[in-house]
Each structure stands twice: as structure tokens, then as C-alpha cells.
């Protein structure tokens, strides 16, 4: 036990004791416990645990949204924050924010998404290096950053530098990209969205910059379209692309067909699932905040999931209000939304988020002071300390907030309606409708009693598409803003809900629900007594099928007298599925057609934008994206993404078992062995021994790999800093091939390991020979993993070695790939994909690395 001077902090928690407290609070189901165990107990950085359950955090937010609630009118307690929040029953904090508030142990921003830019549209390298560390910057604060590409010239324009002319877009992706990919977040990467204006001269290359495997990984990219392109397309006219991309005087202009490009689009994106689209003369027309674009509110990019259009060095939180527990006798008869219970707490979550704000900007003027107190040259710190000036100055200023919702899937089966249809529709757009009125409504009212926020002009918003929807539909609203102002200049939201989701035990935001019934398998022992064989596999093990049901189909079934605890025939859960309202309503069973019209309908509901996927099923055609990507602009829609079963390695895909969906596809490497190859260096231990690898790369991937004993008077001797250098084919004095290890040392010399093949043992040198002819001609790397995993030798020491390999190999592996034929430790599970070089259990979300 550890004791602080905070009495809320006076006690620890193993990691088992907040998981199995958890479970029960979980009520069995683990996966939700570990992810809140492993993402939201409060924990220090030696990783010891301060909550047991999320009845502690919940407790730790109320407590700190209560202390900012004092400093104004009519405050709401602890006890009354409290009541809103726990059990993840109505009010939901979102990610950082559930993370942060409250935390002494990190010194990170509460807020969960923001967008950078550059002063002036500046393309100097000095502007472009400033983003990148800009962007490392807020990554390192737990932020996902999203920054815009329109201004760096094209590919080929004039440059007074030594390469005389611009490389374009494409290079500057990748550098961004490898840097987010290098920002660690308490166990996840950072995220980062790239954008670039379809009018743009290298637009295409942008467009197919994620075409090549193993190509800017670390980003999701979206094209900003106008509607000039979009009525280029419709009538296969031509379309102009300038640089600079507003300028009525380019300095550089072509015409191209938007049809072809428009095609190219689609193709990608039925291909890839990237890149998105954003609708860009819709987001800035219907924007309210860029009513004050000339005070520097001028929207340019958005953040990773698209959901929040920002402008450079805003910043934006995110809460989820869980739409199912609004619904009174669900899944019965009497079945029935609760509209004044939800009014109350719409009200409630604008107030909260408003706090939210207040302890983001004492975080902000936290990471500030430890920027100044750090011993480093003032010239070091200095963009950090302005990017944070930017930001707190943004924060405050607009008081921006991001209100969204949860379990929309849930809520419409608990009411009897089923996803996609006119009925389920119209009550959707009738509940953010809802949200927004109320929202807004509070925003008012609060700035009544805490003041609006610092540029308020009614006058700017006048014409304002959303403002005037507002006015339509309540003109006291509309009047009372006037009268008042409003304390944020913009407020709602629908993003992503994945680990709030798990948590809340609902379907994702907006979404329908994924599947409500499947199937899972379990090893056992035929001889144990009371097991049951389903399936035998090709290599004679036993297995045990199992149903897993969706949290909310359970509730169902219990509500119409069916036994979730049962085991059904795959007919009579097919059977039982057809009598409930999640039938005909998964996300590939939805009319997609009505999905991008529901997101229309409610977009004209939601200031900012919804982050919302399109599930298709693996067969559609291009032409179909095609159409559903115009349907989507017509709509009204801001963005728009698809996503094609199986089209992206690393994505969910259906459960089907009639077939395999190919993950990885063989890479081309060149015919011979150049030279020389840029290589890592992974260390790793096997039995108390140190072992090192080097592995060499064409593009980023593996094309060949050495490794052996390091740190010993028969091994390898390398600094402990050197993680990279090159792998250089020479020739020794008798004409001998030979693989020589080059790095520069710390005052940038070159040091040089002669004749790597002479100094590993040979044997293991061997093994390395074979493993690296199977890289070269392109097997796919978690292929080759397995492989190496079912090899056995006769050594233990080369089985040790060759796990060694394998765990050096793993760290390239694409995140996402399923880990076939292996079982999770934990759970038994064989559900296990690759995740940072790690396998990742998606049942029991445990995570073994090596």
C-alpha cells in the first residue's frame, strides 16, 4: 500500500484486483473490464492502480466537475455529477477526458482532438519541420492531431533551395506519418488525419499515396471536395487544380477531367477504404464558426475520425450521451422515449462539458509552467511553448465543445424500430434535433450566468444555414441568443464510441449494431467430463462452439421469455433473431442508400460533423461507392466513409466461414540484392541471454534479417543507442561475399561491423539465410511468423533463437492481421490479431509482446 497526501489516493490496486472488481461491476463481461482497467484506471507511471472500479473514476470526474460548477451560479453538486455519470448509465466523458480529469500523474491535455496549420499558408521547410514537431507535440499530450496539405506547392514548382525544384505532397505524408507512428500514448499510438483540397495540383498523388503497401500507415487521409468538382463530375466536365489553391492569380493551373479523377477516388476507396471525403463548401457553409474566419476561425482540416472540423490550434472534448437509457420498458410493448428526462440531461452535458473546458485550460497553463521549468535552451522549447499559447488562447476564446451520442442502434431496437427504415429515420432526426435545440439552449442560458464566449457577434451568424434552422425551429431560442449570447461557438458532435461502446455494453454512436449473435470456438479435452465436441480441426484438436450475443439482443431475449444461458441450433437462433427488432438491421444488412440519407438528415441537426462508416459487403461493385459517395453529397452529408468486408487489412470483417479473406499480398522486392539496405536494430532476451538483430529493409520492409548473441565477447558489440544504420554487401580479401553493419557513432562518424555472417554462429546464420530467401520473395511477414512458430529443432538453444526471430519479425506485421493458429494465454480465445508487434486478444483484450 502506498499513501499520497490526497486521501482519494491512499490506496493502491494490483492490476488483478481492479480487473476482478471490475468484472463483477462489468457483470462477467471482461472485455469491458480490461479496456477500462488497462485505458481509464487512474494509474502513475510505475503502472500502480488508485481505482478498483469505475465507480472511482466516475467519483474523481464528479469531483472535479463540481469544483468548477462552484465558481459559478447555480452549481450542481458532487452527488448530482455523480448521478449522471456513473455506470456509464447517461452521460458518458469521452476518452481523454475520462483519462485526465482529475490525473496528477500525467501532465496531458483533456482534450481529445486538435488541428495545426501553418501562419500565412507557408511552405518553407522551416514551416513544414514546425508542424511535424507541432503535431509530436500535442501527440505526446494524449491529442490526436488533423492538419491540412493544400499549401505546400506541387511536385516540380521552382524552389530556391539546392533541389531547385518541390517534391510535392507525397514525401511530407510520409514524414508525418512516421512520426505519429513513433509517439507512444500510454500503450497506443497517436493518432493523425491528412487532408489536401481536391483543386490541388498533386491531388492525385495524394489520392494514391496509401495505394503502396506499407506507405503512410501512421495517418488516415481525406480529400477536401467542393461542389465545383462534384458538378464536374455529374457532368464529365473539366476541372481546374491551381496553386495556390484560392488564388485568382495561380501561379501554376491545369485542367484535368473530374471524372477520371472521381474515379480514381472511388476505386481507392472501394479498394482500400481510403481515402474519405470531406465536403468541404458544406462544411465551411454550414460551419458557425467560420462566421469569424477573418479572427482566425477559418476552418482547414479536421481531426483523425472527421468528426470535428477545426480551425489551426483549436481543440475540442468529447462527451457521449448514452441514447438507450432514455427508453422506458424497452423491447416490450410499452416501449417509450423519455423526452423530458432527456431535455434535462442534454442540459446537464452542455454544462458539464462547459467545465470541461475550465479544467482543460488549468491543464493547459499545467503543461505550460512545465514546459518553462524544463532545463532546456529557450530556442528548444520555443515552439512548444507557442503551440500551447495558440491552443490555450483558442480555448478560450471559443470555448468550443463536442456533445455526441452513443448506442443510436440500441435506442431505435429497444423502441421496436429497425435501423434504416423511413419510421426509424424520421425518430432519429426528431432526437438530434433534440440534442440541438437543448444544447444550444443551455449554452445560452449559460452564458447568461458565466458570460458568453469572448467573440460572440450575433450579427456574424445572422445568415448562418444552422443558426437559421434554429430560428425556424425555436424563434425564444433564437431570441434569447440574441439577448444573451452563448458561451460556445460551436457544440455538437457524433464521433466514434469504440471503447465508450464497451464500456456503456451499447452499439457505436450513430451505428447499427454489428452482428447480434455470433459464434465462437474454444479448445477442449473430448475426455473431460460433461464437454462437448462441435468441430474437430484438420489436425484432430476439439473444439467447442459457443454463442456470444450482443449485450442489448440478451436484454431483449430475457424481455420475450428466451434463455440467453441456452445453446442454441444455428436454425433456432436464425430463428429467434427473425422475431427481434436487430433483424434485417446489422450493418451490412441496413440499406446503405438510407444509411447516407439518415446521416444527411441528422448532419442538418449536428454544428460540427458525424464520424459514421458505410459497412459493405465484399462483392459490391465500384460503381455502387460511386453512387453512394454522390448520394452522400446530395444528402447533405459533411464526410463520408465506406468501408468493403475484407477491402483492409487490420479491419473487422464478417464471420463467414465458407471463406478466407486474404490480409496481405506478396511484395514486390527487386530481382537482385542492392548493395546497400537501410536496417534496424532489434534487441531482444532469451533465457537471461541478449540477443540482437538486424534487420534490413527495402521501403520500409523486411528483406532480409541476421541475428545472434550481443554484448559478449563471441557476439555482436553495439552501443545501446544504435537502433539503425545500413547493411553494406562487400567482398572480403578472397572474394568472399560478406554483410558488413555501418552506423554513425555519437559525433557522427561512421563505425563499421565487418562480416556479420562471420561473426554470428553459423547455424544460426543458416536459419537466417532461409528465412530472409522467404522475405525476398515477398511471404507475407505474419505467414513467415507461423512458420517460424512451427518449426521444430533439435537445439533448445536454436528454439529459443528462432522465438527470437520470430518476436524481432512480429514489430512489421501490419497492425490488425489475424494471428491464425494460435490461442490466447488468458482466455483460451483464438481471436488474436497483431497489434504494435504484439498479439492482442480481441475477446479478453490481453496483450502478450514476444
Not at 475484407?646 to 506478396?666: A, F, T, Y
Not at 518476436?807 to 489475424?818: F, I
Request: charged letters at 25%; one cysteine or more.
Amino acid at each position: 500500500m502506498q499513501t499520497t497526501s490526497n486521501p482519494a489516493l491512499s490506496k493502491t490496486y494490483t492490476q488483478e484486483e481492479a480487473f476482478e472488481a471490475s468484472l463483477s461491476y462489468f457483470d462477467g463481461d471482461d472485455l469491458a473490464a480490461r479496456v477500462w482497467v488497462n485505458k481509464y484506471a487512474l494509474k502513475d507511471s510505475e503502472g500502480l492502480l488508485y481505482e478498483r472500479t469505475p465507480d472511482d473514476m466516475h467519483r474523481r470526474i464528479a469531483r472535479e466537475i463540481a469544483r468548477i460548477e462552484a465558481k459559478y451560479p447555480n452549481p450542481m453538486s458532487e452527488d448530482e455529477v455523480f448521478g449522471l455519470i456513473k455506470n456509464f448509465r447517461y452521460i458518458v466523458p469521452q476518452g481523454s477526458p475520462m483519462a485526465g480529469i482529475g490525473n496528477p500523474f500525467q501532465i496531458a491535455s483533456l482534450s481529445n482532438c486538435f488541428v495545426i496549420g501553418t501562419e500565412g499558408n507557408s511552405d518553407s521547410y522551416g514551416a513544414i519541420m514546425k508542424v511535424d514537431q507541432e503535431q509530436v507535440q500535442l501527440m505526446k499530450r494524449r491529442g490526436g492531431v488533423g492538419h491540412d496539405l493544400s499549401h505546400i506547392r506541387p511536385k516540380g514548382s521552382p524552389v530556391k533551395n539546392s533541389a531547385l525544384t518541390s517534391t510535392g505532397l507525397v514525401p511530407f505524408m510520409e514524414r508525418y506519418s512516421n512520426s505519429t507512428r513513433e509517439v507512444a500514448q500510454d500503450g497506443r499510438r497517436g493518432a493523425l488525419m491528412l487532408s489536401v483540397s481536391i483543386n490541388h495540383p498533386d491531388a492525385e498523388d495524394f489520392i494514391d499515396a496509401k495505394m503502396e503497401q506499407g506507405k503512410v500507415t501512421g495517418a488516415n487521409v481525406s480529400v477536401r471536395i467542393d461542389d465545383a468538382f462534384m458538378k464536374a463530375v455529374e457532368s464529365d466536365a473539366a476541372y481546374t487544380q491551381k496553386f495556390p489553391i484560392h488564388s485568382d492569380t495561380p501561379k501554376f493551373s491545369k485542367e484535368i477531367s473530374a471524372s477520371q479523377l472521381w474515379n480514381k477516388i472511388v476505386h481507392n476507396a472501394w479498394k482500400s477504404a481510403e481515402p474519405g471525403i470531406l465536403f468541404w463548401d458544406t462544411i465551411i457553409r454550414e460551419s458557425v464558426p467560420d462566421c469569424y474566419a477573418d479572427l482566425g476561425y477559418r476552418t482547414v482540416s479536421t481531426n483523425p475520425c472527421g468528426e470535428i472540423p477545426l480551425c489551426p490550434y483549436d481543440s475540442c472534448r468529447l462527451l457521449a450521451i448514452n441514447l438507450l437509457s432514455y427508453v422506458e420498458a424497452p423491447f416490450t410493448e410499452k416501449a417509450a422515449f423519455n423526452f423530458p428526462l432527456f431535455k434535462e440531461h442534454v442540459a446537464a452535458a452542455q454544462s458539464i462539458m462547459d467545465d470541461i473546458i475550465d479544467l482543460e485550460l488549468e491543464k493547459v497553463d499545467t503543461i505550460l509552467k512545465k514546459i518553462e521549468d524544463d532545463p532546456e535552451m529557450e530556442e528548444t522549447k520555443r515552439v512548444e511553448h507557442k503551440l500551447w499559447k495558440n491552443i490555450q488562447k483558442k480555448a478560450r476564446e471559443g470555448r468550443r465543445t463536442g456533445i455526441g451520442i452513443t448506442a443510436e442502434g440500441d435506442m431505435l431496437a429497444a423502441l421496436g424500430l429497425r435501423y434504416g427504415s423511413e419510421k426509424a429515420n424520421a425518430f432519429s432526426v426528431e432526437v438530434h434535433k433534440t440534442i440541438a435545440l437543448e444544447a444550444y439552449r443551455a449554452s445560452v442560458h449559460t452564458a447568461r450566468d458565466r458570460g458568453p464566449f469572448e467573440l460572440f457577434d450575433a450579427e456574424r451568424e445572422k445568415e448562418n444555414p444552422f443558426i437559421l434552422r434554429l430560428k425556424e425551429a425555436d424563434e425564444q431560442l433564437y431570441y434569447e441568443m440574441l439577448e444573451y449570447g452563448r458561451r460556445n461557438i460551436a457544440l455538437l458532435t457524433i464521433a466514434p464510441t469504440g471503447t465508450t461502446s464497451l464500456m456503456t455494453q451499447t452499439t457505436s454512436g450513430i451505428e447499427p449494431v454489428f452482428l447480434p449473435v455470433y459464434k465462437r470456438r474454444r479448445k477442449v479435452n473430448p475426455n473431460d467430463k460433461g464437454v462437448r465436441v462441435d468441430f474437430v480441426d484438420e489436425v484432430g484438436d476439439s473444439w467447442e462452439e459457443y454463442l456470444v450475443f450482443h449485450h442489448q439482443f440478451k436484454v431483449w431475449m430475457t424481455a420475450n421469455g428466451y434463455d440467453a444461458h441456452k445453446n442454441y441450433s444455428q436454425e433456432e437462433i436464425n430463428a429467434i433473431v427473425e422475431k427481434s427488432p436487430y433483424y434485417k438491421a446489422t450493418s451490412n444488412d441496413v440499406d446503405w442508400l438510407s444509411k447516407v440519407r439518415l446521416q444527411g438528415a441528422v448532419q442538418k441537426w449536428v454544428d460540427h460533423s458525424i464520424s459514421v462508416t458505410i459497412n459493405l459487403p465484399n462483392d459490391v461493385s465500384e460503381q455502387l461507392v460511386g453512387e453512394l459517395y454522390l448520394e452522400a453529397w446530395k444528402a447533405g452529408c459533411k464526410g463520408v466513409t465506406v468501408y468493403r468486408d475484407g477491402s483492409r487489412s487490420g479491419v473487422l470483417i464478417s464471420n463467414d466461414e465458407e471463406k478466407e479473406e486474404e490480409v496481405s499480398k506478396l511484395t514486390s522486392f527487386p530481382a537482385k540484392r542492392p548493395q546497400v539496405l537501410e536496417a534496424d536494430v532489434v534487441r531482444f532476451q532469451n533465457n537471461k541471454e541478449k540477443w540482437i538483430a538486424f534487420v534490413g529493409l527495402i521501403d520500409g520492409k523486411p528483406y532480409e534479417i541476421f541475428t545472434g548473441l550481443a554484448d559478449d565477447e563471441d557476439g555482436i558489440l553495439i552501443p545501446r543507442w544504435v537502433n539503425e544504420g545500413l547493411i553494406i554487401k562487400n567482398r572480403d580479401e578472397n572474394g568472399i561475399s560478406r554483410y558488413d553493419f555501418q552506423y554513425k557513432n555519437a559525433r557522427g562518424y561512421k563505425t563499421t561491423i565487418e562480416g556479420l555472417s562471420h561473426k554470428f554462429d553459423p547455424e544460426y546464420w543458416n536459419y537466417a539465410k532461409l528465412i530472409s530467401s522467404t522475405l525476398r520473395h515477398g511471404m507475407p511477414i505474419e505467414k513467415i511468423v507461423d512458420l517460424i512458430g512451427s518449426l521444430h529443432l533439435d537445439s533448445e538453444q536454436i528454439n529459443t533463437w528462432k522465438n527470437g526471430v520470430a518476436r524481432a519479425l512480429k514489430r512489421y506485421v501490419a497492425d490488425g492481421v489475424a494471428a491464425k493458429g494460435q490461442k490466447c494465454s488468458n482466455c483460451k480465445s483464438t481471436n488474436l490479431i497483431y497489434q504494435e508487434g504484439c498479439l492482442t486478444c480481441t475477446d479478453c483484450g490481453s496483450s502478450k509482446c514476444g
